[in-house]
């Protein structure tokens, strides 16, 4: 399957909504036509846009994700869903998966966990272009979705203690903006590029440096100090 897989992002906030389209454009493979801010309109758009996958928030204006989910299976669409929230209550992930989504992803979520359910996915896709599959198969995917070892959340920005005065959303776009780069950028070009005070970039980067989610590189320049550049491990 060379073609890539259609999204649509249905998210309110509209700095959530940016750092979702920056993850499922890191990831690769995937094309995003359509974005909504509820759930009206996200119903009304799939049927224009028909996309293979949704992510889909809970806490929407007018219909709320879990309306929005039943009433896709509800027509039938045949499309697939992903929860990215944050209600983490166990009555909520029941009905989110009894109403078909095949993914549940909380907020805050890591770029790690959001892009393994995109590849799980993908996988699944491929794995369905065939006409008739045997259980061997079967057993393979879903022990492939479930046994898969869990992520090292000590590493990751987003579950270590952020540092006070760093910002959570703001780290997320910064990281998402050095995960777009092919080569390495000094903190005034990252400040410039998201839109901050350079003084205040550097201390997000210095931040990512040390959870291990970017590397430095030094630049020698024929006079002056040696300037610190910053590129995102992208593992």
Do not use: W
Not at 17 to 30: P, Q, S
Not at 49 to 75: M, N
């Amino acid at each position: 399957m060379d073609e890539k897989i259609k999204i649509m992002i249905v998210e309110d906030d509209p700095m959530v909504m940016e750092v979702n389209k920056g993850f499922v454009e890191a990831t690769g493979g995937f094309e995003i036509v359509g974005l909504a801010r509820s759930g009206i309109e996200a119903l009304d758009l799939m049927i224009k846009v028909e996309p293979h996958l949704i992510i889909l928030d809970i806490f929407l204006p007018d219909l709320d994700g879990l309306q929005t989910l039943a009433e896709i299976r509800k027509r039938n669409d045949p499309v697939d869903v992903i929860l990215v929230t944050a209600a983490r209550d166990s009555e909520t992930v029941q009905k989110v998966f009894r109403y078909g989504a095949i993914d549940y992803i909380m907020k805050p979520f890591r770029f790690d966990r959001f892009k393994g359910a995109l590849e799980s996915y993908r996988t699944l896709r491929q794995a369905l272009t065939k006409d008739l599959l045997d259980q061997e198969e079967i057993d393979r995917h879903l022990a492939a979705k479930q046994l898969a070892p869990p992520e090292k959340e000590a590493t990751d920005p987003i579950q270590t203690d952020i540092p006070k005065g760093l910002n959570e959303l703001t780290l997320k776009q910064v990281l998402l903006f050095l995960l777009k780069q092919t080569q390495a950028l000094s903190a005034e070009e990252v400040a410039e590029g998201v839109g901050l005070a350079r003084v205040t970039a550097r201390r997000y980067l210095d931040f990512l440096e040390k959870v291990g989610k970017v590397q430095i590189e030094i630049q020698y320049g024929s006079v002056g100090r040696p300037i610190n550049r910053y590129l995102a491990k992208k593992e």
